[in-house]
């Protein structure tokens, strides 16, 4: 009957089986570590000493014919009057089950059968190294976690994305996902490098129109497929964006770490960035899936300005609208933030802070830049655009013009064409330090 509803027991022992009160029938019982047979690979099986089945013990894939490893240990037991494989730990167990049966096949030791290879790197999430897989030589991505909160709210979020296309959606492809030795492990396709290591390596120089294009309207449609299964990322920011490879330019989206059923997150009070974070969620009021057009929207000015967005908001006004001033309750003077957003007003004035671009297509672009970010980064949520609405937009849907996707941007025609003084790394740390003091003025 089990086999039939596609159900796995795992925990066949004698101890799970009851007798009737007529004494010759008997009932199966202990459903706890039960579970769909096609989705035993995504949980954890516990192991049962000198029940449980090579494959668990070998955390290779698992099916219903485990179960008839744990009824044949238990008739055997109950026919011979002693434990079949009367072990005191797995490895003895394992030990046994070598001795009595011979070593498995090789297609069972290769399969979830990884080599490490080097470090990727790391934070409070984790650890991510990359492995090579024993079997096919194909490299993967492994995040290390030692929170088991952390580790089921990813797994959580991932569950959510298993209707998508990754390759169509845009979406990491996760792989499979397990306990081991006291922590948690996360198999997921191997990619490049994020969008923060991709702008460092090209020296914070900013991306030129036709490149942010490229990369907003793969975000977008990442963006239009989470809202068509009704979850929101939760935390869009450059950390969160991949770049696969560097022949075709293709980016995915990472980080489900946060994510959640729209609607399901009203309890959540701690989502997305500080420097992406939507004014409703910064207010504590409740939010939905447009928080991630917000962020977007904040990475997309990023990308072309080579600079945070939310530098502008500390300097100019906080995003509650009242004038805030970073030196009032930190007790210290606070530096200026980089010169160039004393000339950044406000976002129309990316538009007019360039005026000899090259062509009138290339101004009517930047112009279409403008407006589709002016439309994300709206303070009323119900006013920000819909993903399926941007991706109509016309700078998305505008053709590559010649020059367009060559011609500097406004910041680096600004920083180019004024003596600021200052180096870039200089600049940078004075940015930091006026941020860190403006954090703590907030807290």
């Known amino acids: 009957m089990l086999k039939k509803d596609g159900v796995t027991h795992t925990s066949i022992t004698a101890e799970n089986i009851e007798c009737v009160s007529s004494g010759h029938d008997a009932k199966l019982t202990g459903f706890s570590a039960a579970g769909r047979t096609s989705e035993l690979s995504k949980q954890e099986i516990p192991?049962?000493?000198?029940?449980?089945?090579?494959?668990?013990?070998?955390?290779?894939?698992?099916?219903?014919?485990?179960?008839?490893?744990?009824?044949?240990?238990?008739?055997?037991?109950?026919?011979?009057?002693?434990?079949?494989?009367?072990?005191?730990?797995?490895?003895?167990?394992?030990?046994?089950?070598?001795?009595?049966?011979?070593?498995?096949?090789?297609?069972l030791l290769d399969q979830g059968v990884y080599c490490f290879e080097t470090f990727l790197g790391g934070g409070s999430f984790g650890v991510v190294s990359k492995f090579k897989k024993l079997e096919d030589d194909s490299r993967v991505a492994v995040k290390l976690l030692t929170n088991k909160t952390s580790f089921t709210n990813e797994v959580r979020g991932l569950s959510c994305l298993r209707e998508l296309d990754p390759n169509k959606s845009n979406i990491i492809r996760c792989i499979d996902h397990f306990p081991y030795k006291g922590s948690y492990l996360i198999f997921y396709e191997l990619l490049d490098q994020d969008l923060c290591d991709f702008m460092a390596k090209r020296i914070n120089k900013p991306l030129k129109m036709g490149e942010v294009r490229c990369i907003a309207k793969q975000l977008l449609v990442s963006l239009r497929e989470l809202k068509h299964i009704h979850v929101t990322h939760l935390d869009i920011k450059p950390n969160n964006i991949l770049l696969v490879n560097h022949s075709l330019w293709p980016f995915k989206l990472i980080g489900f770490g946060?994510?959640?059923?729209?609607?399901?997150?009203?309890?959540?009070?701690?989502?997305?960035?500080?420097?992406?974070?939507?004014?409703?969620?910064?207010?504590?009021?409740?939010?939905?899936?447009?928080?991630?057009?917000?962020?977007?929207?904040?990475?997309?000015?990023?990308?072309?300005?080579?600079?945070?967005l939310h530098r502008f908001f500390v300097l100019r006004k906080n995003v509650l609208g009242h004038n805030y001033n970073p030196n009032r309750g930190t007790g210290k003077t606070v530096p200026s933030l980089h010169p160039f957003y004393e000339h950044l007003q406000s976002l129309d004035d990316l538009v007019t802070m360039t005026s000899d671009l090259e062509s009138l297509a290339e101004q009517e672009d930047l112009k279409d830049f403008v407006n589709l970010v002016k439309r994300m980064i709206v303070l009323k949520p119900s006013d920000?655009?819909?993903?399926?609405?941007?991706?109509?937009?016309?700078?998305?849907?505008?053709?590559?013009?010649?020059?367009?996707?060559s011609h500097p941007s406004v910041c680096e025609k600004f920083i180019c064409s004024t003596a600021i003084g200052v180096n870039a790394r200089a600049a940078d740390q004075i940015e930091e330090r006026s941020l860190e003091s403006a954090g703590a003025s907030c807290g």
């Open 47 to 107: 192991i049962i000493c000198g029940f449980s089945a090579p494959e668990i013990l070998l955390n290779a894939p698992v099916d219903e014919s485990a179960d008839i490893w744990g009824l044949a240990c238990t008739l055997a037991g109950l026919c011979f009057g002693f434990p079949m494989f009367p072990a005191e730990c797995n490895y003895e167990y394992m030990r046994m089950i070598l001795q009595l049966l011979g070593p498995p096949s090789r297609s």
């Open 384 to 405: 920000r655009i819909r993903p399926d609405e941007a991706l109509k937009h016309p700078f998305i849907l505008r053709g590559q013009y010649p020059n367009t996707s």
């Open 258 to 308: 946060s994510a959640h059923e729209t609607g399901t997150s009203t309890n959540i009070t701690k989502v997305q960035t500080v420097g992406y974070r939507a004014p409703e969620v910064h207010m504590g009021l409740p939010f939905d899936e447009s928080i991630d057009i917000w962020g977007l929207g904040c990475t997309l000015v990023f990308l072309y300005l080579a600079k945070h």
